[in-house]
């Protein structure tokens, strides 16, 4: 058997008795070992854009008021989500809508461990089954149909490279974060990578300018997580959570917004000085574009200020490339570090519970997280092709 097949073995293995978990304490009880706040009914998140479909029959604006959803949480994605009511979806078909977001999510899983190695497999398994990851799959959010899109651009950015930018403007009309993904392109020679990123990049501004009002309201609407989330703003969102002071929550505010610019900075002016590339024996192929997805939606995501954990499940894509690298290179072997203690820092939260263990674990998980992101930042930079730099940097190296 494959390295792959032996990976969906474990997996499935995991499935039958997570099933028969659930099947025996319920859904709530069975999601306690990874210490998530799991919710009934099951697939939550996934029920508020369901729920939508039945507020708008009852001539309600579910972004105003959606008692369709079961907390009655206002809808706040693009309007693309709402054609779910013309296809007669209600929130009554949330579990197999659901199952379905799961199904491609594990195919997106299946494209990218093609071809794994051992190290890679486990990294890959570790990961899959974090509470991170999992969170995703208890609460059904609609990120898993965007992973598959991202994953299926990914897949056929070799033989397709316009239809994988085609791919990526769907994932782009569903949540508008995955536009990240449009670094795919890099792998192409450099008129056509120009020529590809513009067209997009121009159409998701011109679609951005038409709706801006409702992507404003969105961005207010949308519930920022004071725990199990990432970002710049992360920490002080964490703080006023916790009581701090204002001072203490501005201050943790300016510095994540400060020094998430300067590691942008910092790499870009080391990526446009250098020329360089990490790990030039293993900057191609689809291990690589896997990894500029997944890495350029992380590092936007991050710029956002705060996402709730269970869009690490985009930090799967990493794995491949990190893993390739890391027999060489000891900063792609801290990233790996951070990203499992990222995914994994629930149940260390949980254990910590209050005081100065949970001061101490806390920190932990948010350098991790910005280790994360500038492990991503500087690879990104360093993997950029060479055909990026001007004629000027090139005659000095």
């Given amino acids: 058997m494959s390295v792959r097949g032996r990976l969906f073995l474990g997996l499935g293995l995991f499935v039958a008795v997570q099933l028969a978990h659930i099947g025996a304490r319920g859904w709530v009880a069975a999601w306690g070992p990874w210490a998530l706040p799991a919710r009934v009914p099951c697939f939550s998140d996934l029920r508020v854009t369901t729920g939508a479909a039945d507020s708008l029959e009852l001539g309600l604006d579910p972004r105003e008021e959606n008692p369709g959803a079961p907390f009655r949480q206002r809808f706040n994605l693009p309007g693309v989500w ?3 009511r013309d296809l007669g979806v209600r929130e009554r078909h949330s579990p197999v809508l659901g199952l379905g977001l799961l199904a491609g999510y594990a195919l997106g899983v299946w494209w990218l461990a093609a071809g794994a190695t051992r190290g890679s497999a486990v990294a890959l398994g570790a990961l899959l089954l974090s509470p991170a990851a999992l969170l995703a799959v208890e609460r059904g959010t609609t990120d898993l149909a965007v992973f598959f899109l991202v994953a299926l651009a990914c897949h056929v950015a070799a033989r397709a490279p316009r239809g994988a930018m085609a791919v990526v403007v769907g994932a782009f009309g569903l949540k508008l974060f995955p536009l990240a993904a449009v670094l795919v392109a890099l792998r192409e020679p450099r008129a056509r990578a120009l020529r590809l990123g513009a067209t997009v990049l121009a159409g998701a501004g011109v679609f951005c300018a038409a709706d801006f009002s409702t992507l404003v309201d969105i961005a207010w609407k949308t519930e920022k997580g004071r725990e199990l989330s990432y ?26 917004a400060a020094l998430a610019a ?33 890495a350029g939606v992380y590092v936007g995501t991050f710029l956002l200020g705060a996402n709730w954990d269970y869009r690490l499940i985009f930090t799967l894509l990493l794995v491949p490339q990190l893993v390739a690298w890391a027999r060489t290179q000891a900063i792609a072997r801290l990233t790996i570090a951070a990203l499992l203690i990222a995914c994994w820092s629930p149940p260390l939260l949980a254990w910590a ?6 001061a101490a674990v806390r920190a ?28 000027a940097f090139a005659q000095r190296s």
């Fill in 82 to 84: 709402l054609g779910l």
């Fill in 231 to 256: 970002g710049w703003r992360a920490l002080a969102l964490w703080l006023d959570g916790r009581g701090a002071t204002a001072a203490w929550t501005v201050a943790a505010t300016v510095a994540g």
């Fill in 262 to 294: 300067a590691a942008l900075g910092i790499a870009a002016w080391r990526s446009w000085r250098a020329r360089a590339r990490a790990g030039r024996e293993n900057a191609e192929g689809r291990a690589l574009d896997f990894f500029r997805a997944g």
């Fill in 353 to 358: 519970a209050d005081g100065a263990p949970l």
């Fill in 364 to 391: 932990l998980e948010e350098l991790a997280k910005w280790a994360l992101y500038c492990g991503c930042v500087h690879a990104l930079a360093r993997t950029w092709p060479e055909w990026r730099a001007g004629r």
